[in-house]
Structure formats: C-alpha cells, structure tokens
C-alpha cells in the first residue's frame, strides 16, 4: 500500500516537473554554479521525454515480437534443431555491453535516432527471448499431456494452454527489456538522438550539475514506474493463471 | 554416413555467402572520408581462389557431419577471414601511404558471424566437458592473442589507429581493467557483509534492497555525472581527501558509480545463497558445535558459493560495458576511444574502443560460467534445499 502511494506521487511529481519545469528551478538552483541556468531549456522536456518514450517503446514493442516469434519456432518440432544453438547465442549475447552495440550500429546507420533504436532492439531481444524459452519449455509434462488429452491441436495448445502459461515470465522479459532500455536510450544522444540523454551530457559539458540531476530524475522515475507498471501485470498474470504470487 | 540437410548450417550458409557477396573491405583515403566497398577477389591477389574455398566450407556446412569436423572448419573459416582481412589491408595500402585505411566492410562482419555461429553451434552439439572448454577458452584467448601480436592484421585500419597511440591504449586499457575489477572488489567487499547482516536480520532487508533497487533504475550516464560535483565537494572541503586520492574528475567518480551498481547483484545473491543452503545442513552445523562465525565461514558461505559466482559474473560482465561510459566524463577506459571516434567520425576509432570492451566481456563471462559450473558440482549439499 505505502508502495503504491509513493509511486502515486512520484508521477504527480513527474507530471508537474514536465508541465512547468520552471516552478522548480529553486528546488536545482543550488547545484549550479556562477548563475547558470537551473532548468534545461534548449528544447521542452516534455517533448524530450516523449521522443525518449517513443524510441525505446518502438525498440520494446519489435523486440518482443521478434523475440516472440523466434521463440515460438525454435520451441516447434521443426525448429528443434535451433533450440540449443539459440540458447547458446542468447546468453553469449547478453553479454555484449549495449553501449558498445550503440557505437557499433553507427558506422552502418550514420548519426540520429537509428543506431540507437538498431541497438535497444538488438539488445531487448535477448531477455524476451530468454525468458520466452523459459516459459515454453519450462511447463511440467502433465500439463502438455492435458493438453493432448483434451484434444487440442498443437496450434490451439500454443494459443490456449503454453502462451498464457508463459505470459508472466514473458511480461518479466519485457521488464527487464524496457528498464535497460530507458537507462541506454539516454547514451543514445552521444550519436544525436533525441532523447533525455541531452539534458544529462549538456549538463556534463557545462558542467552544470542542475542539468544532470533532472535529466537523471526524470528517467529515473520513468524507470521505476515502468518497473512497477510490469510487476504489477506480472502478479495479475500469475493470478490468472492460478499463480499467486 | 548418410548425408542429411542441416538446417543451421543452412542459415550459416546463407548468412555466410551474403558475407561472401558484400564488399570485404573499405579503402578510404584517409580516416575520416567514406570508402570504396570491395569484395574478396577484387581486394586479395589469391581472393578468388579464397571465396570458392570459403563458399565451399559454408556449403559443405549444410549437410550433417560429425560436430568436431564442423567445429575444425569453423576454426579454419574464422581465421581465414582474419587472414583475409589483414591481407586485403597489406596488399590493398600503398606503400608509404600513412593515411589511407583499409576497414572491415560488411561482407567481413558477416562471414565472422556465420563462422562464429557453426563454431559455436558445433561446440553446443558436442557438449565438451568442463575441462575441455577451459582448455578451449584458453587456446581460443591465445590463438587471438597471437593472431594480433603477429603483425598480420597490422594494416587493418583498427590495428593502425592502435599503432598510432600504443601507450594511450595500454594506459585506458589498464584503466578499463582498474574500472571493472576495482568495483567488483569494492563491492564484494562491502556487498557480501551486508548480504550476510541482511541475512541475519530479517527486517532491514525489505527497506535496504528497495534502495538498491532504486539505485539501478538511475541512468547509468546521469550517475556518472551525479558523482563529479559529489568528489569535486568532498576534495575540496574534507581535509585529506584530495592528498588521498579523491578527485571530482578522473577515475575516482566513475569507480564509485560502478560500486553502487554492483551492490545489488551482490547483496542479493548473497542473500539467495544462503537462505539456498539445505536447513538440515545447517542443523548439522550447529549441532556439532560450530559457533556462528565458524557455520557461515565453514558451511554457509561454501555452499553459497555457486551462487555468489553467479553475481561476479552478473556484476563483472555489467561494469565492463558500463565502464565504456566512463569515457564520457573523463574517467578513463575503452569509452575514450568510442566517444572520441564518435565526436570526429572516425569509425575505426570507436571500433578501437569497442572491440577490446566486447572481447574482455565476453571471455569474462565464459570463464565466469565456467566457474560457477565447477563450482555446482562442488556444492551438491544445496540441492533439495
């Protein structure tokens, strides 16, 4: 219950920092020195913060159902053959940093809002992927012997019975997927990306710690509620399903 | 034997022959200008001869052999294109010509994709054992290792912009390392205490791993940021700070940055270990004595152990890409080089900085996975727990 009040005004403050960013310059005026300015105003942060949101859900949405999609067919009897390769490449490729990803998309996609999108997708495909896999194949077997004693086909087994069964595993892919992309997406605005990167490097680059500081906030809070925001369908889920968690 | 299709090496053929169809390499006529794409046989004397072997291996790839054949194939496609690349870089530079710059094009990045996938498809069909691919990690370490020592890939534009600031290398490269391990140190030394009092006392946990929590959602670039006015404060009003060391630039804010993102890995799975062990073996544990000091250094932590190697590697694998961003404020490591290639388009630059994160993460992994298997076998008393 505290928890969800204190989500709760962790948006109202969000909200209210984003409609007038400028009612709380005295709230940063102390982390800036020789009278800078105590608000990033170069562009609104509002249309920051959207543009941020945009990229890293574009990224978000076509990773989850590419990684879907892959995860379904390497679980298929024709795909099978895949299965432990697609394993192996999932957790060799967790271990790529993202911002090395990034810095690598841009020779090929040139400067702008494309490495980076190239990049969180790339990146978001493996924990959805990963955890896809954990969810199919992770059913017990009575559960597929059910299934086939109900006479399902194979396809209406993967819509009614393995899909939802995953579902909150998936959801928590998605999580872990959103999270490190918001925190990536603001690297994003070292190759010219709009996102709230901008705010945080302008303040790096003047040395202005008022700048850092919202920029920071504000995907922070972002972060969190997205966090909280998948937890919770993750338990409604999980309930669905019989799961109380 | 009887020769069936192999669907994997049906997608490693057809990744590899695009690889064999694109351009190779890039020549430019300097670092900053975009190049001309040219394919294998146009940028190697024997380059015919050498897609047709190529295209063979890939091909041959698509009907079922035996793994360790496939696994040797691969190892020898890898290399060649290695090979190939450096020699395309020797053959296609003019002699003299200290600004011209031979760079991977797609068509190699593609052929070290398929390589590398058959490579790592056969090694996954053939299970090894444990010992087996420690000693695989090792050779594979060091063939890369002599590979790039030998001068062979020495005109390639990456290994050119190295030649150009050997020392700078060594010095962000040891930074990178102190980044990277220095707060995995850190960590573990103040993580696996609290890990442990957490253990002990039930209530705190629930407040101090929210902190935590908290802690990781911040942007990694805003942290970084957070911490220069934080040191530059401490330096220069606590007395003694700066003679110590403390500074708001340099290493200093980007380690501690790095620290706090690590403690949560570390104080959870420190928690998860040991609430993991078997309660019939603490039990055990207690009826024969052992004060509490000795159950948690002779038992518990033990039979955690497979679990804390599980946050080393979490940890370690996460810091060494995050320390790319220490680039960015001044903090030193590989990110010097990515984010100076990025601000003057120098590509082979970012790639000089990138390149070496990648490798270090990755055999930081495998050898992290490596360990922590051993350790599971290890620890067989955790099961049933």
Redesign the interface.
């Known amino acids: 219950m505290t928890g969800r009040v204190l989500l709760g005004a962790a948006l109202l403050v969000l909200l209210a920092f984003l409609a007038r960013p400028g009612s709380f310059a005295p709230l940063f005026d102390p982390?800036t020195c020789n009278n800078a300015a105590a608000i990033y105003t170069q562009t609104p942060l509002w249309s920051l913060t959207l543009s941020h949101l945009a990229l890293v859900g574009i990224a978000v949405l076509a990773s989850t159902v590419v990684a879907l999609v892959l995860a379904v067919l390497v679980t298929r009897p024709s795909g099978r053959?895949?299965l432990?390769?697609a394993?192996?490449?999932t957790?060799?490729g967790?271990?790529?940093?993202?911002?090395?990803v990034l810095?690598?998309a841009?020779?090929?996609m040139g400067f702008g809002a494309g490495p980076t999108l190239v990049a969180l997708f790339l990146y978001g495909l493996l924990p959805v992927f990963e955890n896809t896999l954990a969810g199919l194949t992770g059913q017990p077997r009575n559960v597929a012997e059910a299934a086939r004693g109900m006479g399902l086909t194979p396809r209406q087994r993967l819509w009614q019975v393995d899909l939802p069964l995953a579902l909150p595993v998936i959801l928590g892919g998605m999580r872990l997927t959103a999270?490190i992309s918001?925190?990536t997406a603001?690297?994003g605005s070292?190759?010219a990306a709009r996102t709230?990167?901008e705010v945080?490097?302008a303040?790096?680059l003047s040395?202005n710690?008022a700048f850092?500081?919202q920029?920071?906030?504000v995907?922070?809070i972002i972060?969190?509620l997205i966090?909280a925001g998948f937890q919770g369908l993750e338990r409604r889920a999980a309930a669905r399903i019989g799961l109380a968690r | 034997m009887s020769l069936r299709l192999d669907r994997p090496g049906l997608l490693f053929a057809a990744v590899g022959l695009a690889g064999l169809a694109l351009p190779l390499v890039q020549f430019k006529a300097n670092r900053i200008v975009p190049g001309e794409g040219l394919s294998l046989p146009a940028a190697l004397p024997m380059g015919l001869l050498m897609l047709l072997g190529l295209g063979a291996v890939l091909l041959a790839g698509c009907l079922r052999w035996s793994s360790a054949l496939r696994l040797a194939a691969a190892a020898a496609g890898l290399a060649a294109v290695l090979l190939a690349l450096g020699g395309a870089a020797t053959s296609l530079t003019p002699p003299d010509d200290t600004l011209a710059r031979v760079a991977p094009a797609t068509g190699f990045w593609l052929l070290l994709l398929a390589f590398a996938l058959m490579l790592t498809d056969a090694l996954t069909r053939l299970r090894p054992a444990l010992w087996l691919r420690v000693v695989l990690l090792v050779v594979a370490v060091t063939a890369l290792a002599a590979l790039l020592g030998s001068g062979l890939l020495d005109g390639v534009s990456v290994m050119r912009e190295y030649a150009a600031r050997q020392d700078m290398f060594l010095r962000e490269a040891q930074a990178h390392l102190v980044l990277a391990f220095g707060s995995l140190g850190l960590a573990l030394l103040v993580g696996l205490p609290l890990g442990v009092a957490l253990y002990q006392a039930r209530a705190l946990r629930g407040p101090v791993l929210s902190v935590l929590n908290i802690l990781q959602t911040i942007p990694s670039l805003a942290l970084f940021g957070v911490m220069i006015p934080i040191f530059g404060w401490i330096a220069a009003n606590v007395p003694g700070a700066a003679q110590a060391g403390v500074a708001g630039i340099g290493l200093f804010p980007a380690l501690v940055a790095l620290f706090l993102y690590s403690l949560l890995p570390v104080v959870s799975n420190t928690l998860t270990g040991l609430a993991g062990v078997n309660p019939a073996t603490r039990e055990a544990a207690i009826g024969l004595g052992l004060t509490r000091v000795q159950l948690l250094g002779w038992v518990l932590v033990p039979l955690a152990l497979p679990v804390l190697l599980a946050a080393v590697r979490i940890v370690l694998v996460q810091n060494i890409g995050l320390a790319v961003i220490a680039g960015l404020i001044g903090g030193g490591g590989f990110g010097t080089f990515v984010f100076q290639g990025l601000n003057q388009t120098a590509m082979d630059l970012v790639l000089l900085g990138a390149l070496p994160t990648i490798a270090l993460a990755l055999v930081a992994g495998i050898a992290l996975d490596l360990a922590a298997e051993a350790a599971n076998r290890r620890a067989p008393a955790r099961q049933g727990a």
């Open positions: 982390f053959e895949f432990p390769l394993r192996t490449i957790s060799v967790q271990t790529f940093p993202p911002v090395a810095a690598l841009v020779p090929i999270v918001l925190g603001t690297i070292t190759v709230l990167g945080i490097i303040g790096l040395a710690t850092v500081l920029g920071g906030m995907v922070g972060a969190v966090h």
